[in-house]
């Protein structure tokens, strides 16, 4: 960190707003709530080039390093910014767990109150527990988060709370900072990017990000997006909404994506596609990733991973890829593994003592 500066100032991680003010709706003077977000690492994984026949490069944006452990901070700062400089006092959210952590955490940092609207029993423990910390109000209800969304639509027809899902163009406006970042880190846009797709938002505002760039002359050519969704919550790959969505990755059970139609626009004008994985492919992937590379994701985050690694069966619809070794794919990883350890943890027996001895330990070492 680079800690130079006037006397007293310190000076380092401060923020996507300060970073890239001049390509956000915030108005200069305006005050920013920030937790330092942003400025993500963008991680080259070679074993998972190889594993794919790649010849290319292969990278990971890791979004769980994000303050809150997810992506959601990027347009949640944008968000609380705008809405406390407009009055608000009170901040409104459905979620299937990473909103809730971001928007109670900004919500915190800004002075105001946050309500928090959940399916029950649909959020992952670790999730649960930052909207707790950050004293958030939670309501869950007999229903799933399109049912939370739809309510939180009606509250907030009422003008009474500021909604922060990604219908709030203000959080679309932020998140497209993590495109910029990339082809700030690689010089150019990527080849191919992939990431996960649940309420569609995110892939939404990374094509805006890389359309936006483009316009400026920043970069000379734009990706095809891929979005991935779980083979039980997929409305968007079937064409039609899933009434009571299914997966073991959390965060993408949606069965009827706020964004749809603006993630359509994003796959068909890059030239990209959707893609499913079935539950199995993303634990499996889950685990490759954070054994190969030493990247541990939430199961959401590992479904772009999961159709990465179909590539050694199958390419992607009506797509093949480049031979040329300049080629980049990056794909985004938007939340920690710690955001939802109980899969995983679910997924390992529990471990034999062994005697406090030498020889004893060093053989269960080696077996």
Not at 25 to 48: N, R, Y
Not at 49 to 57: E, N, S, T, V
Not at 60 to 77: A, H, I, Q, Y
Not at 83 to 105: D, E, M, Q, W, Y
Request: net charge neutral; glycine share 10%.
């Amino acid at each position: 960190m680079n800690m130079t500066g006037k006397e007293g100032e310190i000076v380092g991680h401060t923020g996507v707003i300060a970073r890239y003010r001049s390509l956000l709706p915030v108005e200069a003077g305006l005050p920013i709530v920030t937790l330092g977000e942003g400025s993500t690492p963008l991680i080259e994984c070679s074993k998972l080039a190889a594993a794919i026949c790649f010849p290319g490069r292969v990278f990971v944006k890791c979004e769980g390093l994000n303050p809150t452990g997810s992506f959601k901070d990027r347009g949640m700062t944008v968000a609380v910014t705008k809405a406390k400089a407009s009055g608000a006092r009170a901040l409104l959210c459905a979620s299937t767990g990473n909103t809730s952590a971001s928007a109670a955490a900004y919500a915190a940092r800004a002075g105001l109150t946050c309500a928090v609207v959940l399916p029950a029993g649909k959020i992952a423990t670790g999730k649960m527990v930052q909207a707790i910390a950050h004293g958030a109000r939670i309501v869950s209800i007999d229903g799933n988060f399109d049912d939370a969304l739809r309510l939180v639509r009606e509250l907030g027809a009422s003008g009474e709370f500021s909604i922060v899902n990604s219908i709030n163009p203000d959080r679309i406006a932020g998140q497209k900072t993590a495109a910029f970042e990339i082809v700030d880190q690689l010089g150019e846009a990527p080849f191919l990017h992939l990431l996960p797709l649940g309420n569609a938002g995110n892939i939404s505002a990374y094509w805006a990000g890389y359309r936006h760039y483009y316009e400026l002359g920043r970069s000379k050519s734009l990706p095809l997006m891929v979005g991935v969704q779980a083979e039980g919550a997929a409305p968007i790959f079937r064409g039609y909404k899933i009434d009571h969505p299914e997966t073991v990755a959390s965060a993408i059970r949606i069965g009827n994506p706020a964004s749809w139609g603006s993630a359509e626009t994003a796959v068909q004008e890059s030239g990209g596609g959707v893609e499913i994985a079935s539950d199995a492919e993303i634990l499996h992937a889950q685990e490759w990733l954070a054994r190969h590379e030493g990247i541990f994701v939430e199961p959401a985050s590992a479904a772009p991973i999961a159709a990465l690694l179909q590539l050694g069966e199958r390419r992607f619809q009506n797509q093949s890829f480049p031979s040329k070794k300049t080629a980049i794919i990056v794909c985004t990883v938007t939340g920690h593994g710690l955001k939802d350890p109980e899969i995983i943890a679910q997924r390992f027996s529990a471990e034999k003592t062994v005697a406090a001895e030498r020889e004893a330990v060093r053989a269960a070492i080696l077996t």
